[in-house]
């Protein structure tokens, strides 16, 4: 299945179906009085968050989604048949955008979440509807109300607990594969990975989901090499790794090169919690990883974890780091969330 994570669609909701203008005819009854029915409401345009789908490469191949029209009223009080909704199915971490790309209309983060995204219009009323003391015999029906209608952009954004950046060939498709069943590509050339990769990885009891994105490089931001797009796919991530290629011969500026992309983009990428590690380091004698770590440890101000995808160096450690700190940011979102609730009525006061 391919990858997409961006796409323009046309809804359009059904219009309501009109209300009919109708006498009673029977045999022996002169006045049989109005009984036209009222229009059936046009669907709505609906959407659904489904666990199967990871892509929106549906949506490549059909860009116009319309709901059923609702059926017109017809005689003897019978209301027309309200439309049926039509139904967009979308992954989880789905926003929906407006035309212009800014106004965020919803976000669907849950399987099983349906929202209405645009109602269909109400059906008209019938001429029974307007009989009234005065006007015993009317003679018009109102039309169904006009379905809305726009443009939107489906953009996904992966849900992972964890986002792998860095520069072209810093060993993060190599990382995710040695401690995942995912099978992204690895070559030795720069963006061989073209498109997000997830991964689930265990740590101990821990189990979390790695996110594997094409690589940035200087000037990402105004589209140099694939862009900074797919850093929207780590938005929601509580953490992120940072590899850094330890064969660079300036890791200091490798390290500088790829936060600076983070901030350019925004988002608050470049303030999330941050595990940096020196990779490749099977490649490297004892003295030159030494000088190596130091650089990125000045740098970065953190101490760097060294590893090696390859021949297993470090790798556990690395991953009972992400877990340590995948728990502690759940627990941080637990007592922010206990702190933000009212007190319950019957608790006790405290002394």
């Known amino acids: 299945m391919k990858f997409l994570d961006q796409a323009k669609i046309y809804v359009r909701a059904g219009d309501g179906g009109a209300g009919s203008v109708s006498f009673r005819r029977e045999k022996f009854i002169e006045y ?15 959407v659904e968050c489904v666990d199967s789908l990871n892509t929106l490469i549906d949506f490549r191949y059909q860009q116009h989604f319309k709901a059923e029209i609702g059926q017109h009223g017809m005689g003897r009080n019978r209301s027309g ?39 269909g219009g109400n059906g008209g009323f019938g001429n029974a509807r307007f009989k009234s003391p005065t006007n015993q015999a009317p003679r018009h029906a109102n039309p169904g109300q006009v379905g809305e ?14 986002g792998l950046v860095g520069l072209p060939n810093a060993g993060k498709s190599t990382f995710l594969a040695a401690t995942s069943a995912a099978r992204p590509k690895i070559a030795p050339y720069p963006f061989t990975t073209l ?3 997830l991964g689930v990885v265990k740590a101990g009891e821990v189990d979390f989901v ?25 938005e929601r991530c509580r953490a992120l790794l940072h ?49 190596r770590v130091d650089a990125l440890r000045a740098v970065s101000r953190k101490k760097p974890l060294v590893i090696s995808a390859v021949s297993g160096e470090g790798m556990k450690e690395a991953l ?6 995948l728990t502690r940011s759940k627990e941080r979102d637990r007592e922010e969330e206990e702190a933000g609730k009212p007190k319950p009525e019957w608790a006790p006061e405290s002394s």
Not at 32 to 46: H, Q
Not at 320 to 325: H, I, K, M
């Open 32 to 46: 049989g009085g109005p009984d036209g029915g009222d229009g059936g409401k046009g669907g709505d345009v609906i």
């Open 81 to 119: 048949k309200g439309g049926s909704d039509i139904v967009l199915r979308v992954p989880p971490g789905t926003v929906i955008l407006a035309e212009d790309q800014e106004s965020v209309l919803a976000e669907i983060t849950e399987t099983g979440q349906r929202i209405v995204l645009i109602k």
């Open 149 to 162: 209608e726009m443009w939107i952009w489906l953009r996904l954004k992966l849900i992972a607990d964890i």
């Open 195 to 197: 498109h997000p990769n």
């Open 210 to 234: 790695l996110a594997d994105i094409p690589g940035l490089i200087e000037g990402a931001h105004e589209g140099a090499g694939l862009g900074d797009r797919f850093l929207g796919h780590v």
């Open 243 to 291: 590899l850094v290629d330890g064969t660079e011969a300036d890791v200091a500026e490798s390290y500088r090169t790829v936060r600076r992309e983070l901030k350019a983009y925004g988002a608050g990428l470049d303030k999330k919690k941050e595990i940096v590690a020196l990779t490749k380091c099977d490649a490297l004698d004892d003295a030159t990883l030494a000088q």
């Open 320 to 325: 009972f780091a992400l877990a340590r700190e």
